[in-house]
């Protein structure tokens, strides 16, 4: 019993000096810094990502003057700081500064995100702030260097846009295949009421304020059938069931978007094909606008608002081939389409398509190139041309 | 009877997730190429430096959300391979 006491007491011992000889050493090495009492952490790691871009653009509209410019986004620099605070706490900002294409010039800084993720659990990940939920592919994956068409499909764009709130998100290995999963809630878009019709039922993003205590709920399921992870198929959505404002007459008009994916690459030696492609919808729920809340006099009448888009493409690249230059070439073509409210003043009463035709060289792996042909087509309208030239340098 | 379909059932929805042995032991450079061609080419190891590189493979972890397991293989690669 005395023995088991002695143990007892030489283990306490052993540890309050251990205790103390640690912090004596860590005293001794903080000399330098000294912070007592403060937080552990620190020794981030970080990377600042970036890119820089440019668009010279040839429009032709039949029976119209041909315009050169450097198109809507002249010249730009975006910069992302990537920084990893932690082993579990990591930071995604992305700032943007864009020449204004105007006269008169001048430029635009916008705040395209700044995310906090933390890592919960293995496939358990929370993140919060201003983010690009998941809504199919194209948004804020394949929008950028990854985009082998120079231009933006006209069908893309229409759904979820960058949005203020929380989420969950992960992956997991499920046998063969593979799953990932994005949920989260958000300040939603917000209804433009518009008394002359000339934006009215449509929805702005990127609120930092909401309109109303209602939020937004969406995610996305992605599914990688194949071992190898050479296809990706998701759908993804998002409910929003008051848009307008707090109070107002249209707080309760509610919006429905989803999308639907398809990413698929194999290499053929020497070539490498990727076929892609996406389908967005958004319906927000129709109203009348009165001349006042009082009166049953049409200001605006509602109708059917329902926007649609899709596109689809093909890509080939000798990516086999020993020949560099060969090999650093890529052909691609895409085919898509915008359906927007026939009745709006803002719509159309027949779809607008694009064809696309372009040919990418990659500089570096980065590094791109690309010089693009797109052909506009809408029933009762002049067909419209453009040659675009992209070049984009990510750092 | 209802107790054995849904045991079978089960256990056949377990053993398909089950993680077989050639996809458990895949290297970090075969995921590398794997995923990242997904959506771009893959980058050149020596682009980045090991603390760089972690940065970069958690943006990449977050953003095209890979598993946990396939972020941390392609980062030992990336890290050794620089």
């Not at chain 2, 995923?35 to 760089?52: E, I, K, Y």
């Not at chain 2, 943006?59 to 941390?72: F, G, V």
Request: net charge negative; charged share 15%; with cysteine.
């Amino acid at each position: 019993m005395k023995t088991k006491k002695t143990l007892i007491v030489l283990a306490c011992l052993g540890f309050l000096s251990g205790g103390l000889l640690n912090k004596a050493n860590a005293q001794t090495d903080s000399n330098a810094v000294s912070v007592p009492n403060s937080p552990q952490g620190g020794g981030e790691k970080m990377l600042l990502a970036g890119e820089v871009f440019t668009y010279w653009q040839n429009n032709k509209i039949v029976g119209a003057p041909t315009t050169n410019s450097f198109g809507a986004d002249p010249l730009g620099l975006m910069l992302m700081p990537l920084v990893k605070l932690t082993d579990r706490l990591f930071l995604d900002v992305q700032v943007q500064v864009t020449a204004n294409p105007s006269p008169g010039g001048g430029a635009g800084v916008s705040l395209n995100e700044a995310i906090i993720y933390y890592h919960v659990a293995n496939g358990v990940n929370i993140f919060a702030g201003n983010f690009q939920p998941r809504s199919g592919m194209f948004e804020g994956i394949l929008d950028d260097f990854t985009n082998r068409f120079c231009s933006a499909p006209i069908g893309m764009g229409i759904g979820v846009a960058t949005e203020s709130g929380i989420g969950l998100q992960g992956a997991f290995q499920l046998g063969y295949s593979k799953l990932y999963y994005q949920l989260f809630a958000a300040n939603g878009p917000q209804l433009i009421v518009d008394s002359s019709g000339a934006a009215n039922g449509q929805l702005t993003y990127g609120n930092y304020t909401d309109n109303n205590t209602n939020k937004a709920f969406g995610g996305e399921i992605g599914f990688l059938p194949l071992s190898n992870s050479s296809l990706e198929l998701g759908v993804s959505g998002q409910y929003t069931p008051k848009t307008g404002d707090a109070g107002s007459a249209f707080e309760n008009i509610s919006n429905t978007t989803y999308a639907a994916y398809l990413n698929y690459y194999h290499v053929f030696n020497p070539l490498m094909i990727r076929i892609l492609g996406q389908y967005e919808y958004s319906q927000t729920q129709d109203f009348n606008l009165y001349t006042s809340s009082s009166s049953d006099t049409l200001l605006v009448p509602a109708f059917d608002n329902k926007t649609s888009g899709w596109y689809g493409g093909l890509t080939l690249r000798l990516s086999g081939s020993h020949n560099t230059f060969l090999s650093n070439l890529e052909l691609g073509g895409r085919l898509g389409q915008l359906t927007l409210p026939k009745a709006a003043l803002w719509g159309s009463p027949n779809p607008l398509n694009q064809t696309t035709v372009c040919l990418t060289y990659w500089y570096t792996w980065k590094t791109p190139i690309n010089v693009s042909y797109d052909i506009y087509t809408q029933t009762g309208s002049p067909t419209q041309t453009a040659i675009t030239v992209r070049g984009m340098w990510f750092f | 009877m209802a107790v054995i379909i849904i045991g079978i059932s089960t256990s056949a929805i377990i053993n398909g997730c089950k993680v077989p042995e050639s996809i458990a032991s895949k290297s970090g450079a075969q995921l590398w190429g794997e995923n990242c061609n997904r959506c771009h080419n893959a980058p050149d190891p020596h682009t980045f430096s090991d603390d760089q590189w972690d940065a970069a493979v958690e943006h990449m972890h977050q953003k095209a959300i890979l598993t946990d397991l396939e972020a941390k293989k392609i980062v030992e690669f990336l890290k050794m391979a620089n």
